[in-house]
Structures are given as structure tokens and as C-alpha cells.
């Protein structure tokens, strides 16, 4: 992810270090996880980051894992509410 998709009020170092730990969170996840959207997941990822650094958090783990989970929640829910649904509209098409 380029730089310019981090917020400026970050510092370079702060943004830097969001682009590293959301690079090893992606390889993560593509290693764990298999085929993922690109666009969505780097997103969710690079906003929980971008809300820890905010408050002051620069560890590069614990953003990394927060991260992680933080998607890995996103998507869990994201999947109840389509099946919860499917099973209320007779597996018609949810969105």
C-alpha cells in the first residue's frame, strides 16, 4: 500500500511502519486464509491500523494481530448476517 493512503496527520515513521505491519498482515492472511479480496481486506486492515496508531499504539505486532482479528470479526459477522438472511428469505439472494 502507498503511503498516500495513510492519513498525513500520521508522522512518516508512524506511516511507515503501518505500511510494513499491513504488508506482513496481508501475507498473513494469504497464507492462512488462501484467496481473499484484495481491496476490502488491505482496507479493513489498513483502518484498524490507522485507528491504533491514531491513539498512539506502534507496536508493530500488536497492530498487526489487531488487525487480523479485527478482519477475521468483520468477516464472521459479515457471514452471520448473510445467513440469517438466506435462512429468512428462503436462501433468496442477500446482500
Same mark, same amino acid.
Given at each position: %500500500? /502507498?503511503?498516500? $493512503?495513510? /492519513?498525513?496527520?500520521?508522522? /512518516?515513521? +508512524?506511516?511507515?511502519?503501518? $505500511? +510494513? #505491519?499491513? $504488508?506482513?498482515?496481508?501475507?498473513?492472511?494469504?497464507?492462512?486464509?488462501?484467496?481473499? $479480496?484484495?481491496?476490502?481486506? @488491505?482496507?479493513?486492515l489498513r483502518?484498524?491500523?490507522? #485507528?491504533? #496508531?491514531? +491513539?498512539g499504539e506502534?507496536?508493530?505486532?500488536?497492530?498487526?494481530?489487531?488487525?487480523?482479528?479485527?478482519?477475521?470479526?468483520?468477516?464472521?459477522a459479515q457471514?452471520?448476517?448473510?445467513?440469517?438472511?438466506? @435462512?429468512?428469505?428462503? %436462501?433468496?439472494?442477500?446482500?
Amino acid at each position: %500500500m /502507498p503511503l498516500n $493512503e495513510i /492519513p498525513k496527520y500520521l508522522t /512518516p515513521e +508512524v506511516r511507515s511502519l503501518i $505500511e +510494513v #505491519a499491513l $504488508e506482513d498482515a496481508w501475507h498473513e492472511l494469504l497464507k492462512k486464509d488462501g484467496a481473499l $479480496e484484495a481491496a476490502p481486506t @488491505r482496507n479493513k486492515l489498513r483502518s484498524t491500523m490507522v #485507528a491504533l #496508531a491514531s +491513539v498512539g499504539e506502534t507496536d508493530h505486532r500488536k497492530l498487526k494481530w489487531f488487525a487480523i482479528h479485527a478482519w477475521r470479526g468483520a468477516l464472521q459477522a459479515q457471514q452471520s448476517a448473510s445467513a440469517v438472511c438466506a @435462512r429468512a428469505n428462503g %436462501m433468496a439472494a442477500c446482500t
